[in-house]
């Protein structure tokens, strides 16, 4: 079956506890069991994982670039965390890898500090969600399996 990842960067562990007025309520557990539901109705596998380290994102994002090569994935909905505005190796490898990747946002990042305002990922993303909460998953998730984007 083909999958899709969904990668979350540093901090999104925290989801629920950390500033909810900014994130919401709802933890991580609560955003990864919303996706299975959205993959198991595309039918589609969902490979969901979190990390607090630059590396390990970027050996994930390799290996869903050879999974997608193979035909086995669709591609990566990725929630960088802090690591979209300072990580020019994150940028470099979903390039590299070819990976059509959804870069998401639960919050509004333009509506806040002035140093959110920049992504070094979205200039190689097939596509960018921005504040639209937790859901934001979910509309990465369907952005792939439609396929409806240029990257």
């Known amino acids: 079956m083909t999958s899709i990842y969904v990668?979350?960067?540093p901090n999104?562990?925290?989801?629920?506890?950390?500033?909810p007025d900014v994130y919401g309520r709802q933890t991580l557990a609560d955003v990864q069991q919303r996706c299975q539901q959205v993959a198991a109705e595309l039918g589609v596998d969902l490979i969901f994982r979190q990390s607090n380290h630059e590396g390990e994102l970027i050996d994930?994002?390799?290996?869903a670039g050879r999974a997608v090569a193979d035909g086995q994935s669709l591609g990566v909905v990725l929630n960088a965390g802090a690591y979209t505005h300072t990580s020019v190796a994150l940028a470099d490898a979903i390039s590299g890898a070819f990976v059509p990747t959804i870069e998401i946002h639960i919050s509004n990042v333009h509506a806040r500090e002035a140093f959110r305002h920049h992504s070094y990922l979205s200039p190689v993303a097939a596509g960018v969600v921005v504040g639209l909460g937790t859901y934001g998953y979910e509309?990465?998730?369907?952005?792939?399996?439609?396929k409806g984007f240029v990257q």
């Open 7 to 9: 990668f979350n960067g």
């Open 12 to 19: 999104l562990n925290l989801l629920g506890a950390r500033d």
């Open 60 to 63: 994930w994002i390799h290996e």
């Open 139 to 146: 509309a990465g998730i369907r952005a792939l399996h439609h």
